[in-house]
Every structure is written in structure tokens, then in C-alpha cells.
């Protein structure tokens, strides 16, 4: 059993730059494929970017493309999301999640452990 622990969450401005970070322990990390998801209040899960086993493959969603960077450290087991250019748009809670099987994906349904979520608020 995987789990993940996410910390970095704050409250700033619009402009503002903010990392997140993702622990994960109980599992072999470097096996795994991560993603970082986002649900903002009243809508629906969406993906924010994913990177694959070895880090040498990143998938972003076309609203963060350019401003924000997926990261991993396989000998810390952790997944960072570093989110530049923040916008009041970039409120909500932030998923880490990890896939055991097969490359990065898009879809939060293909994936098999999530953390407990990590509050981003921007203001304007």
C-alpha cells in the first residue's frame, strides 16, 4: 500500500510562484508514474500534469503548459509541482497521485493511490 503525503499549500497572489511537494512511502516510488490533479469548489477533478517512472516524460494540461513544472526525486520518493504565473483560476485542492502500471496518463480514473489533497488558494 502506497501512500502519499502532500504539503506546500498557501494562500498568494496572483503572479506569485508556489511548490508543491509530494511524499510517498510503502511502495517502490520508481516504479511508479505520478500525476498531480486539481479540484477546484463545485467542479470536477481535472489533471494538471503528469511525469513517468523514470522522469524523463512530462504531460501537462494545455491551462498550466508553460507556467508550471513536474518534477520527481526518485531517491527522496517525492513529486514536485512547481506552479509559476499563479492565477486566481489555479485556486483549489491539489491530488498527487500514482499509477502502478504503464506510463503517464491523463485520466484520474487509471490511477491507484491518491493523497489527501494540498489547499492552493490565489488571490487577485
Known amino acids: 500500500q502506497v501512500q502519499l503525503v502532500e504539503s506546500g499549500r498557501g494562500l498568494v497572489r496572483a503572479g506569485d510562484s508556489l511548490r508543491l511537494s509530494c511524499a510517498a512511502s510503502g511502495g517502490t516510488f520508481s516504479s511508479y508514474s505520478m500525476a498531480w490533479f486539481r479540484q477546484a469548489p463545485g467542479k470536477e477533478r481535472e489533471f494538471v500534469a503528469a511525469?513517468?517512472?523514470?522522469?524523463?516524460?512530462?504531460y501537462y494540461a494545455d491551462s498550466v503548459k508553460g507556467r508550471f513544472t513536474i518534477s520527481r526525486d526518485n531517491a527522496k520518493n517525492t513529486v514536485y509541482l512547481q506552479m509559476n504565473s499563479l492565477n486566481p483560476e489555479d485556486t483549489a485542492d491539489y491530488y498527487c497521485?500514482?499509477?502502478?502500471?504503464?506510463?503517464?496518463?491523463?485520466?484520474?480514473?487509471?490511477?491507484?493511490?491518491w493523497g489527501q489533497g494540498t489547499q492552493v488558494a490565489v488571490s487577485s
Open positions: 497521485a500514482a499509477k502502478s502500471c504503464g506510463g503517464a496518463k491523463p485520466s484520474p480514473a487509471v490511477y491507484d493511490y
Open positions: 511525469v513517468n517512472w523514470a522522469g524523463r516524460s512530462t
